[in-house]
């Protein structure tokens, strides 16, 4: 076939270009959109199985310049067998063509799994990971599974290598520079990925082979549907429930109530009203998404409402910080004194209050890396006994040691409660783990606990 009219396939920011092609051929094809400006056809990168698969049943000779990838030939240095679920995992994603996204709670080993099945791919492969200290794991587990180089995006370092670990942000930052280099994407914590910006990761490759993993893929937005599309159906689930003594430890959760003092509930009561009078008066529902956005943007510009807000902060900080907490965490802490504990504040304000008053290491997101990781690691280590957090814990923690989770403070989503018990969850020894959490009698914190809880790990 003569050159000119050869039909080319070259990959461009995130799309693929393609030249050379008849503009009936293409009804066949309906994710191919022409661009006016440079007369030929373009799509989505996503598209490139769907686009490759087409032009051969069509009969189409074709050049691919967009791929810039080869197959491999690893083989792995980890000698664990994989559990039987993790083998059904497997199967069940291989069989959906290698596309899909497994619901594993936390500690069951999904980063095992992703090492199986980037073995089984053979495909040069980019893992995406929510956090720095995140992609540092993955980093220090893929090299000793694969005993290849493994390259890094992310937190100053940028080497592609044909297995690359990277952050969702550095991800998006250089779509361009990787999105036509990998055969195969893992995505940690996918539910993550369906954001307005993160999405564009999924959408921008040509990655025709796709694995999400998530505890909790569930969205207050209610974006997880798109997950599908970026990556693949929902292929295998196990919920803690499933798994707990068996391959992860036994467990127990306590609710603990406490009460304001005198002046907390006449303060409380006080902000309360005020804030809600004010939601009455202009007909505002904060159930509502578009009711809280709408709170937020007049706050900005009356002055009455932003006195609500305030309230309304208020409130919410008077039964966070109740004095009566703080007490309860002292108990807590002398019943466990020997066992490894997590204790989840709201705030960090908080959380530095209580490092200070109970000397217990603090990691929050103004934590230095270096100093996280050396906090980390001595708890990991059982140097320290305890550490205090607020959400920096939340995902991709190792600490197989610690059994005891003591929740001050959070939010209302399932997501994050059932995060914080996976931390002390991972199977160790005899291990039985217990979470507490502690809440303000007669606050919006009860109401909060119980959205929280409303997961199959809590209806024990």
Known sequence: ??????????????????????????????????????????????????????????????KDSAKLYKNQEWVTKDVRQPFPYQLEALEFWWSKK?????????????????????????????VVTPTIDLMNQWHTVLTASLGVPVGMMGGGTHEIHDVTVTTYDSAHIHLEKWGNKFGFLVFDECHHLPGSVYSNIAIGSIAPFRLGLTATPERTDGNETM????????????????????????????????????????????????????????????????????????????????????????????????????????????????DPCIIFAGDNAMVYAISRRFLIPAVTHETKAKERKQTLDKFKSGEYLAVVTNKVLNEGVDVPSAGVGIVLSGSGTVREHVQRLGRILRKYKDKRAILYEVISRNTSEELTSKRRREHDAYRK
Not at 24 to 38: E, I, K
Not at 98 to 124: D, E, N
Not at 252 to 265: A, G, M, T, Y
Not at 277 to 305: C, H, M, N, T
């Open 1 to 62: 076939m003569d050159e000119i009219n050869l039909v080319t396939i070259t990959f461009h920011e995130g799309t693929l270009v393609v030249n050379g092609l008849s503009q009936d051929l293409t009804q066949s094809l309906p994710f191919l959109l022409p661009d006016p400006r440079t007369k030929n056809f373009r799509c989505e990168a996503i598209y490139y199985r769907a686009l490759i698969q087409g032009l051969v049943s069509l009969k189409i000779v074709f």
């Open 227 to 338: 997950l599908e599309h970026l990556i693949g159906p929902f292929v295998f689930r196990k919920e803690i429930g499933e798994l707990a003594g068996s391959y992860l430890a036994s467990y127990e959760s306590e609710i603990i109530h406490v009460d304001l003092s005198e002046d907390e509930k006449i303060d409380y009561e006080n902000a309360r009203k005020l804030y809600r009078d004010y939601l009455v008066k202009r007909g505002i529902s904060l159930r509502d998404p578009s009711g809280w956005q709408r709170f937020l943007a007049e706050s900005s510009r009356f002055q009455e409402a932003k006195k609500a807000y305030d309230a309304f902060r208020l409130q919410k900080k008077i039964a966070l910080h109740s004095k009566a907490k703080i007490d309860v965490l002292e108990n807590l802490l002398l019943k466990h004194a020997n």
């Open 98 to 126: 290698s596309r899909g996204v497994v619901v594993l709670p936390t500690g069951t080993g999904k980063t095992f799994l992703a090492v199986l099945a980037i073995i089984r791919m053979q495909r040069p492969t980019l």
